[in-house]
């Protein structure tokens, strides 16, 4: 008979060394987790970057002899020129904009005309917003006065986003190069994945890594594709028709399209803004023209998104500000398509039905009685 003393020992002994193992091997995932983290956030964007374009860049591939080097040199070369390009310019702009309307106002010569009569007939809002509008065309220092602590919250985001700025372009770039290289190794890169995958999931994996690149790239052209081309039209028209600091309420438009919401929170004010300093012809024009860009995206969200991806708004919602909030502004694009694949995969798994409870199920419909 085993010494009771003798077992006891070495079930300690046998817990103390698991612990251990454990232990180290948690130490060693924080410690190369903390090494990791201040290039997480371009990582994963180079990996959706990389998942969205795959297929143009396997058939771009082909059309240049099967040279995948040459063909991911020639895309990050050409991302970098459409993308990086005027990023730089609409944050040099947005800077040079916000200096102008500052120096104006510290001088006094901001002056904003008196608000059309047409706009205090409007329900609800119509008297309010016409009486403050008029108090900002005749005494503009009180008008701001009376924002004080609304307008230290905006100043304080705004200082640190446009700290961010200069980084979150450093991190764009770093993205497109991991891109290009996640390119160049794709077969490795999905063997390797699925192969994860199979050691967490069994025999789903597989099924799991086709669901993710479905939902990486529908979401990625989708929902951010979209937002980016509504914004860059939207910055050309602010431009063209001169809404003062054109660059800022495009970004701000960017941002409202990509949580869902719609430009339609800056198209109305610079429609309004137009009417009253332009001509009926352009305000017309600009008009139509900001109509237009509110509704491209019910043309280009279907043909992009994808028949299989159920995106609901609140996952893209809390996905796209969570990922703004924590990673900046590549967060804006990383968080919203992260978060929709985890909702994806979720439902993918709680939908599968065990081989077990199928086979009871199939068996009959119901329990066997007992013989008499």
């Not at 006891?8 to 193992?21: H, N």
């Not at 964007?45 to 771009?60: D, L, Q, T």
């Not at 020639?74 to 020129?81: G, H, K, P, R």
């Not at 590549?330 to 929709?340: A, E, P």
Request: charged share 10%; net charge neutral.
């Amino acid at each position: 008979m085993a010494d009771p003393s003798a077992t006891r020992t070495r079930v300690f002994r046998d817990a103390l060394e698991a612990t251990i193992r454990i232990g180290l091997v948690l130490l060693l995932l924080v410690w190369c987790f903390q090494i990791v983290r201040p290039f997480l956030t371009p990582i994963v964007w180079g990996f959706i970057i990389a998942i969205a374009v795959a297929p143009a860049y396997r058939r771009a591939s082909a059309a240049l002899g099967n040279r995948p080097k040459v063909t991911a040199a020639i895309f990050v070369l050409f991302a970098l020129a459409v993308f990086i390009a005027p990023v730089v310019n609409v944050s040099g702009a947005l800077v040079s904009s916000l200096h102008d309307l500052a120096d104006q106002f510290r001088r006094g010569e901001l002056q904003i005309p008196p608000p059309p009569e047409s706009i205090a007939s409007w329900p609800l809002i119509g008297a309010k917003l016409s009486a403050f509008w008029s108090l900002c065309a005749s005494n503009l220092a009180m008008a701001l006065e009376s924002l004080t602590p609304q307008l230290k919250l905006v100043g304080t985001w705004l200082l640190a986003a446009a700290a961010n700025v200069g980084l979150g372009i450093l991190q764009f770039v770093f993205s497109l190069i991991i891109a290009g290289i996640v390119l160049v190794n794709g077969e490795r890169s999905q063997a390797g994945l699925e192969q994860l995958m199979r050691r967490l999931a069994g025999e789903s994996g597989h099924h799991f890594v086709e669901l993710s690149e479905s939902t990486v790239r529908s979401v990625a052209t989708g929902i951010v594709g979209v937002a980016l081309i509504q914004a860059t039209l939207l910055g050309v028209g602010f431009v063209a028709v001169g809404i003062p600091g054109a660059g800022f309420w495009a970004l701000l438009a960017l941002f409202l399209c990509i949580i869902q919401i719609g430009p339609a929170l800056v198209l109305l004010p610079a429609i309004i803004y137009v009417f009253s300093t332009d001509t009926t012809l352009t305000a017309i024009a600009f008009l139509v023209f900001a109509l237009f860009v509110a509704l491209i995206d019910n043309v280009l969200k279907p043909l992009l998104l994808g028949r299989g991806v159920d995106a609901p708004m609140l996952i893209i919602f809390i996905g796209a500000i969570g990922g703004f909030l924590y990673m900046g502004i590549i967060g804006l694009f990383v968080g919203s398509v992260v978060f929709v694949l985890f909702h994806t995969l979720v439902r993918s798994w709680l939908a599968e039905v065990p081989a077990e409870t199928a086979t009871a199920a199939g068996s009959g419909s119901g329990p066997q009685r007992p013989a008499a």
